[in-house]
């Protein structure tokens, strides 16, 4: 399929070229333009300025050096009005001669209003915030657009902390609670496409499709654009929107070297709550450097541009979050039958580089060679849980001495106070775990630019890898160590205060804080030649889970414009997409204690469990010092079956290749601008993992991996299908800076590899476990909208969005069922992901969405005095999400599963001379984890989350700042709850923290 597209695109390249060489000769006669547009403010080229010939009713846009090419132009003196948002407008006059070429290079001028802000304003947040204005405002379709320089400082420099200022931006968070994901319009996650420069990219998670936001570096960016409106030419598989990140051409830049650093620390200071793990190291540093330089090579002019960014960071989080399971019932009062508090950090260390050059080959040809990497290593990545609970059915009841002898829960319990008797498997589970992780992501690109008049041809042609590995070699300190008490115990669970308050308080059997108490019980032969089932309190597994994703990609693309009476241009292209995951586990271990032996060893850092229940310490030994053991046949037995089956329960590979054509037409109707057209994508995939078709007796093969063998067989399975996405979009010219548009588009989102591959993907840090679908369809969407912006002149603006979504063969997935998997080896998955939640996908019927959006972005100039320099932004976003599921069950909004129906992000920027401030608040409101159910402990909701950060600037010297910054100024993470607001499930902690440091240029 690729060598096909391959030949197709050769073939539309070679036309396109022989159609450029046609039309250099016809236009023989003719003269043209040639030029570039840069700010009188910093000299810095402007991309996006419309560069228009009134008389002749032409356009051009600048590139993304500033540059722009007027081509076929009769002899004799033209008029071109040059405008760009927040500047005033150009007017110059050019002799054009016959057969030839002239050149106007204009510097705009930013508007009187700017310039008697200047020392209320920072030139570079100014013209980033310009940028991004005029970007969205000139686009066809509806998207929003922000630049890196337009708010200063990030917390900890994560792209996802710029994308969630944008209006109907929400956001997910990973297990160190930095933001992972973002969810655009109250759409899933999931189906947020990641581009970089507008191509696909792998990310670190999942099968790549998905954007894992905390490994990209905001320093390696210039601009975040949210496209809401798909058009022909950009991928369809886009279901809530597409996250575009673009780079920067270091031909913009207006003098010959320009050198910048960052240098900062961050710090989680003692009047913060954080946990003991952090208050052992709690300063991190974070820095980068970026060097750019414009050459001239050969007999060119400023022709060669190189940019280089280099930066590393060390972002130390906690894990500090409580879980908490009630009786499965309706009653207004439930008994608490379980608690699980989990605490530790992850010091995850982040280096990052992008290399870009951009030649200008020919007055029509420009050359850009890009080059990105991120690398993540995590190398101490802790927690531990401790988990007292009760979970045997049988004893799950009301004790009474005469009619219930059996039951666990003294009677008297509260919505916060539970007592559970000895008996049955009460019992207090540790959960102690030391990971490893590294992931490299390289992406490296080759474009080519062709602008021959009225024709223009790019192509590009992309390879990105993700490798992640789990394990990262660390054998020693890597491994999961699990600890069961013996005998059963009594205990007291009180949730009034479930993060600081005691919790637990043990009643009754032997004390939990004893290491004898968690001694094991017997092993049956696990490596004989009977059943490989062991029956144990103490385990200890060693997994390195490694995925790579390759992707291969290519586009080429081709518009020309007609010089008829309505102006149109016709766009046509193809594009590949080609990815491969390949998900394995390297050689699984797993040991059980043997019985009669007594474990010792060094304990992990103090745990939030102990210190909020005293501080007396617990057997929490620490897995670095209990794998020096693992070699002892007197404390150990290996369980070689494990190995043996893990290797093939534990493999998968996607395969997926997404060829795609689309024809575009964009012309111009007086103030109406018109672009519409259809796009076609092939899909095709193929998957692969192991299945156990045969139960082979140990007495007929007792060699563990010949019996894996033998058992498990191949599953394999591809398809193929097509699909047509047409779209239509109108932006009118109210007046100048009265814009309204209206948009239908039509998109899919394709299944995840975990949701088609029906093996069991467990996920350590969410605690979760995936089962797959291969029947899975991929969902369809229809999406309606209209919006209306107005622009000030000053670069501000503010919008109203109202859109439409229909969703047909909606997957449900990804979202937590409510299920625990079981204790013990009979769980259904030999012993693994003990109090994991079971995830299983599938296509379960048709949702619709209803959205309002509002944004408001100005510089509020017309307040008196120093008031001047403040700058104000706002959005809310409303939306009502409903759906008929399993062909009879109404949702109606609110009820959707995955979909958040409230959010608002809101900042202030001030700047005084060499003083600045800032100030953000991010909310969401409260919304279902999953569709309801008519089992309480499965209707999950978050509530309601609100994070607030605040910073301070100095200006020390003209290129030198300093700054600090406060996050999370009120320490809330996120919290969930069961079925009722006073069922609190789970509680985060996120720590405040301090940032400051240096930053500047020369």
């Given at each position: 399929m690729f060598a096909r597209l391959l030949r197709q695109a050769t073939s539309l390249f070679a036309s396109a070229a022989l159609g450029g060489a046609i039309l250099s000769a016809a236009d023989a006669g003719s003269g043209s333009i040639a030029g570039s547009v840069s700010s009188t403010a910093t000299h810095n080229a402007l991309q996006g300025a419309v560069v228009s010939v009134p008389t002749l009713r032409r356009t051009q846009l600048t590139d993304e050096a500033g540059n722009f090419l007027i081509s076929n132009l009769?002899?004799?003196?033209?008029?071109?009005?040059?405008?760009?948002?927040?500047?005033?407008?150009?007017?110059?006059?050019?002799?054009?001669?016959?057969?030839?070429?002239?050149?106007?290079?204009?510097?705009?001028?930013?508007?009187?209003?700017?310039?008697?802000?200047?020392?209320?304003?920072?030139?570079?947040?100014?013209?980033?915030?310009?940028?991004?204005?005029?970007?969205?405002?000139?686009?066809?379709?509806?998207?929003?657009?922000?630049?890196?320089?337009?708010?200063?400082?990030?917390?900890?420099?994560?792209?996802?902390?710029?994308?969630?200022?944008?209006?109907?931006?929400?956001?997910?968070?990973?297990?160190?609670?930095?933001?992972?994901?973002?969810?655009?319009?109250?759409?899933?996650?999931?189906?947020?496409?990641?581009?970089?420069?507008?191509?696909?990219?792998?990310?670190?998670?999942?099968?790549?499709r998905t954007a894992t936001l905390h490994s990209f570096s905001g320093s390696m960016y210039e601009q975040v654009e949210i496209i809401a409106g798909q058009t022909p030419d950009k991928r369809a598989d886009s279901l809530g929107g597409q996250l575009n990140l673009k780079t920067r051409s270091p031909l913009a830049m207006s003098g010959p070297r320009r050198i910048g650093y960052t240098a900062s620390g961050r710090w989680f200071p003692p009047w913060s709550d954080r946990n003991a793990a952090v208050a052992e190291r709690p300063w991190r540093p974070d820095l980068s450097m970026n060097y750019t330089e414009v050459f001239s090579l050969g007999e060119g002019r400023?022709?060669?541009?190189?940019?280089?960014?280099?930066?590393?960071?060390?972002?130390?989080?906690?894990?500090?979050?409580?879980?908490?399971?009630?009786?499965?019932?309706?009653?207004?009062?439930?008994?608490?039958?379980?608690?699980?508090?989990?605490?530790?950090?992850?010091d995850r260390f982040i280096s990052a580089f992008s290399g870009r050059v951009d030649y200008q080959w020919s007055r029509s040809t420009r050359v850009s060679l890009r080059y990105l990497y991120n690398a993540g290593s995590e190398p101490f990545f802790h927690y531990t849980f401790i988990n007292p609970f009760?979970?045997?059915?049988?004893?799950?009841?009301?004790?009474?001495?005469?009619?219930?002898?059996?039951?666990?829960?003294?009677?008297?319990?509260?919505?916060?106070?539970?007592?559970?008797?000895?008996?049955?498997?009460?019992?207090?589970?540790?959960?102690?775990?030391?990971?490893?992780?590294?992931?490299?992501?390289?992406?490296?690109?080759?474009?080519?630019?062709?602008?021959?008049?009225?024709?223009?041809?790019?192509?590009?042609?992309?390879?990105?890898?993700?490798?992640?590995?789990?394990?990262?070699?660390?054998?020693?300190?890597?491994?999961?160590?699990?600890?069961?008490?013996?005998?059963?115990?009594?205990?007291?669970?009180?949730?009034?205060?479930?993060?600081?308050?005691?919790?637990?308080?043990?009643?009754?059997?032997?004390?939990?804080?004893?290491?004898?108490?968690?001694?094991?019980?017997?092993?049956?032969?696990?490596?004989?030649?009977?059943?490989?089932?062991?029956?144990?309190?103490?385990?200890?597994?060693?997994?390195?889970?490694?995925?790579?994703?390759?992707?291969?990609?290519?586009?080429?693309?081709?518009?020309?414009?007609?010089?008829?009476?309505?102006?149109?241009?016709?766009?046509?292209?193809?594009?590949?997409?080609?990815?491969?995951?390949?998900?394995?586990?390297?050689?699984?271990?797993?040991?059980?204690?043997?019985?009669?032996?007594?474990?010792?060893?060094?304990?992990?850092?103090?745990?939030?469990?102990?210190?909020?229940?005293?501080?007396?310490?617990?057997?929490?030994?620490?897995?670095?010092?209990?794998?020096?053991?693992?070699?002892?046949?007197?404390?150990?037995?290996?369980?070689?079956?494990?190995?043996?089956?893990?290797?093939?329960?534990?493999?998968?590979i996607l395969e997926e290749g997404v060829d795609a054509a689309y024809l575009r037409f964009d012309s111009k109707f007086g103030q109406l601008n018109v672009t519409t057209g259809i796009r076609g994508e092939w899909v095709s995939t193929d998957t692969f993992t192991y299945f156990r078709a045969r139960t082979t007796p140990i007495a007929a093969q007792p060699d563990h991996f010949k019996r894996a063998?033998?058992?498990?067989?191949?599953?394999?399975?591809?398809?193929?299908?097509?699909?047509?996405?047409?779209?239509?979009?109108?932006?009118?010219?109210?007046?100048?800076?009265?814009?309204?548009?209206?948009?239908?588009?039509?998109?899919?989102?394709?299944p995840f590899l975990a949701n088609l591959i029906s093996s069991p993907t467990g996920n350590d840090t969410a605690r979760t476990v995936t089962l797959g679908n291969p029947a899975l369809k991929p969902q369809m969407a229809k999406n309606y909208d209209v919006k209306l912006e107005y622009y000030y002149s000053d670069s501000g603006m503010v919008s109203l969005r109202g859109y439409y979504k229909r969703i047909t063969d909606y997957i449900g997935s990804s979202l937590r069922s409510g299920i625990l998997v079981p204790n013990g080896s009979d769980n259904g998955f030999d012993g693994l992901y003990e109090g994991y939640e079971l995830v299983q996908a599938s296509n379960i019927g048709n949702a619709r969405l209803r959205g309002l959006e509002f944004d408001f972005r100005q510089r509020l100039g017309f307040l008196p005095g120093a008031l001047k320099g403040l700058t104000a932004r706002g959005n809310y976003t409303y939306l009502e999400p409903s759906g008929r599921f399993a062909g009879t069950v109404d949702l109606q909004p609110g009820q959707v599963g995955g979909y958040i129906p409230r959010a608002y992000n809101a900042g202030l920027m001030y700047n005084y001379g060499k003083f600045g401030a800032t100030y953000d608040i991010n909310w969401t409101g409260k919304y279902p984890l999953n569709n309801p159910s008519t089992s309480p402990n499965s209707n999950i909701y978050r509530r309601s989350w609100t994070r607030m950060n605040a910073g301070i600037s100095y200006k020390i010297y003209r290129d030198t700042t300093l700054f600090l910054t406060v996050n999370s100024l009120t320490e809330e993470g996120a919290e969930q709850y069961t079925y009722l607001p006073d069922r609190t499930r789970s509680t985060w902690i996120v720590p405040r923290s301090v940032k400051f440091g240096v930053s500047g240029q020369f």
């Amino acid at each position: 399929m690729f060598a096909r597209l391959l030949r197709q695109a050769t073939s539309l390249f070679a036309s396109a070229a022989l159609g450029g060489a046609i039309l250099s000769a016809a236009d023989a006669g003719s003269g043209s333009i040639a030029g570039s547009v840069s700010s009188t403010a910093t000299h810095n080229a402007l991309q996006g300025a419309v560069v228009s010939v009134p008389t002749l009713r032409r356009t051009q846009l600048t590139d993304e050096a500033g540059n722009f090419l007027i081509s076929n132009l009769p002899p004799g003196p033209i008029e071109l009005v040059i405008s760009y948002s927040g500047f005033d407008d150009e007017r110059r006059t050019v002799s054009v001669p016959a057969g030839g070429a002239t050149r106007l290079d204009a510097a705009m001028r930013p508007t009187q209003a700017i310039v008697m802000m200047d020392k209320f304003t920072v030139a570079t947040e100014r013209e980033g915030q310009a940028l991004s204005i005029t970007e969205q405002k000139n686009a066809p379709n509806i998207k929003n657009v922000v630049a890196f320089d337009e708010w200063g400082i990030l917390p900890t420099q994560n792209v996802g902390e710029l994308v969630t200022r944008l209006p109907g931006i929400t956001f997910t968070t990973d297990e160190d609670q930095l933001i992972n994901n973002v969810s655009i319009g109250g759409m899933p996650a999931n189906y947020t496409r990641l581009n970089i420069d507008g191509m696909s990219s792998t990310g670190v998670g999942g099968d790549g499709r998905t954007a894992t936001l905390h490994s990209f570096s905001g320093s390696m960016y210039e601009q975040v654009e949210i496209i809401a409106g798909q058009t022909p030419d950009k991928r369809a598989d886009s279901l809530g929107g597409q996250l575009n990140l673009k780079t920067r051409s270091p031909l913009a830049m207006s003098g010959p070297r320009r050198i910048g650093y960052t240098a900062s620390g961050r710090w989680f200071p003692p009047w913060s709550d954080r946990n003991a793990a952090v208050a052992e190291r709690p300063w991190r540093p974070d820095l980068s450097m970026n060097y750019t330089e414009v050459f001239s090579l050969g007999e060119g002019r400023r022709n060669l541009g190189v940019a280089l960014t280099a930066s590393y960071q060390e972002i130390l989080n906690p894990h500090d979050w409580s879980l908490i399971q009630y009786q499965n019932t309706t009653n207004p009062v439930a008994w608490i039958q379980d608690f699980d508090r989990r605490s530790g950090l992850n010091d995850r260390f982040i280096s990052a580089f992008s290399g870009r050059v951009d030649y200008q080959w020919s007055r029509s040809t420009r050359v850009s060679l890009r080059y990105l990497y991120n690398a993540g290593s995590e190398p101490f990545f802790h927690y531990t849980f401790i988990n007292p609970f009760m979970n045997t059915a049988a004893n799950l009841s009301v004790y009474d001495p005469q009619t219930n002898p059996n039951g666990g829960i003294m009677p008297g319990f509260t919505e916060h106070r539970t007592q559970i008797r000895p008996v049955g498997n009460a019992q207090v589970l540790m959960n102690i775990q030391r990971y490893s992780f590294t992931s490299k992501n390289p992406t490296g690109t080759l474009v080519f630019e062709h602008n021959w008049g009225r024709l223009k041809v790019d192509h590009a042609w992309r390879w990105s890898n993700t490798h992640w590995d789990s394990g990262a070699g660390r054998e020693r300190e890597d491994g999961v160590l699990n600890m069961r008490t013996r005998d059963p115990i009594g205990f007291i669970l009180d949730s009034t205060d479930p993060m600081h308050g005691r919790v637990f308080q043990q009643t009754a059997g032997p004390s939990v804080y004893d290491a004898s108490s968690y001694t094991p019980f017997i092993v049956t032969n696990i490596n004989a030649t009977t059943v490989p089932v062991a029956q144990t309190s103490v385990r200890f597994d060693k997994r390195d889970t490694i995925t790579d994703t390759n992707e291969v990609s290519g586009t080429i693309n081709a518009s020309y414009a007609f010089e008829t009476r309505i102006p149109l241009v016709v766009r046509t292209g193809l594009d590949t997409v080609n990815r491969r995951v390949n998900n394995r586990q390297v050689y699984p271990q797993r040991w059980y204690q043997v019985p009669g032996t007594t474990l010792a060893g060094g304990l992990m850092p103090l745990t939030e469990f102990e210190r909020q229940n005293g501080g007396q310490r617990m057997p929490v030994f620490d897995p670095a010092s209990i794998s020096t053991t693992l070699n002892n046949p007197a404390l150990w037995t290996q369980d070689f079956n494990f190995t043996a089956t893990q290797q093939y329960t534990n493999r998968r590979i996607l395969e997926e290749g997404v060829d795609a054509a689309y024809l575009r037409f964009d012309s111009k109707f007086g103030q109406l601008n018109v672009t519409t057209g259809i796009r076609g994508e092939w899909v095709s995939t193929d998957t692969f993992t192991y299945f156990r078709a045969r139960t082979t007796p140990i007495a007929a093969q007792p060699d563990h991996f010949k019996r894996a063998e033998m058992d498990y067989a191949r599953l394999s399975r591809d398809g193929s299908y097509h699909k047509w996405f047409p779209s239509l979009h109108f932006a009118y010219d109210i007046t100048r800076n009265f814009k309204a548009r209206a948009s239908y588009s039509t998109s899919y989102g394709r299944p995840f590899l975990a949701n088609l591959i029906s093996s069991p993907t467990g996920n350590d840090t969410a605690r979760t476990v995936t089962l797959g679908n291969p029947a899975l369809k991929p969902q369809m969407a229809k999406n309606y909208d209209v919006k209306l912006e107005y622009y000030y002149s000053d670069s501000g603006m503010v919008s109203l969005r109202g859109y439409y979504k229909r969703i047909t063969d909606y997957i449900g997935s990804s979202l937590r069922s409510g299920i625990l998997v079981p204790n013990g080896s009979d769980n259904g998955f030999d012993g693994l992901y003990e109090g994991y939640e079971l995830v299983q996908a599938s296509n379960i019927g048709n949702a619709r969405l209803r959205g309002l959006e509002f944004d408001f972005r100005q510089r509020l100039g017309f307040l008196p005095g120093a008031l001047k320099g403040l700058t104000a932004r706002g959005n809310y976003t409303y939306l009502e999400p409903s759906g008929r599921f399993a062909g009879t069950v109404d949702l109606q909004p609110g009820q959707v599963g995955g979909y958040i129906p409230r959010a608002y992000n809101a900042g202030l920027m001030y700047n005084y001379g060499k003083f600045g401030a800032t100030y953000d608040i991010n909310w969401t409101g409260k919304y279902p984890l999953n569709n309801p159910s008519t089992s309480p402990n499965s209707n999950i909701y978050r509530r309601s989350w609100t994070r607030m950060n605040a910073g301070i600037s100095y200006k020390i010297y003209r290129d030198t700042t300093l700054f600090l910054t406060v996050n999370s100024l009120t320490e809330e993470g996120a919290e969930q709850y069961t079925y009722l607001p006073d069922r609190t499930r789970s509680t985060w902690i996120v720590p405040r923290s301090v940032k400051f440091g240096v930053s500047g240029q020369f």
